[in-house]
């Protein structure tokens, strides 16, 4: 079992950067892969971002690549959204979540466990 707890969100001028956080409670966060997904109001839920056990790849959505930037701490239970350039069209809750598994995944319905979701409202 695992539990999610996003935090960082907030309101933002455009070009502007936040750094969204999700700790996860529980021993064996090492063996889950993480990712991070958004929902607009009136849209579906969508992936932004996901990373394997290590860290070491990362997978991004393309209307966030080369802006986004996904890391996690296995040691201190936390995985990372680091937001740069922001634009008024990433305006969403986002949401981290956990699935059983090595890789990553861009798929909703692949995963786990989810958080409760932060807030991140981007003006023009």
């Known amino acids: 079992q695992v539990q999610l707890v996003e935090s960082g969100g907030g309101l933002v001028q455009a070009g502007g950067s936040l750094r969204l956080s999700c700790a996860a409670s529980?021993?064996?966060?090492?063996?889950?892969?993480m990712g991070w997904f958004r929902q607009a109001p009136g849209k579906e839920r969508e992936f932004v971002a996901a990373?394997?056990?290590?860290?070491?790849?990362?997978y991004y959505a393309d209307s966030v690549k080369g802006r986004f930037t996904m890391s996690r701490d296995n040691a201190k239970n936390t995985v990372y959204l680091q937001m740069n350039s922001l634009k008024p069209e990433d305006t969403a809750v986002y949401y981290c979540?956990?699935?059983?598994?090595?890789?990553?995944?861009?798929?909703?319905?692949?995963?786990?466990?989810w958080g409760q979701g932060t807030q991140v409202t981007v003006s023009s």
């Open positions: 990373a394997g056990w290590s860290g070491i790849r990362t």
């Open positions: 979540a956990a699935r059983n598994g090595r890789s990553g995944s861009s798929r909703v319905h692949e995963y786990d466990y």
């Open positions: 529980g021993r064996t966060f090492s063996t889950y892969a």
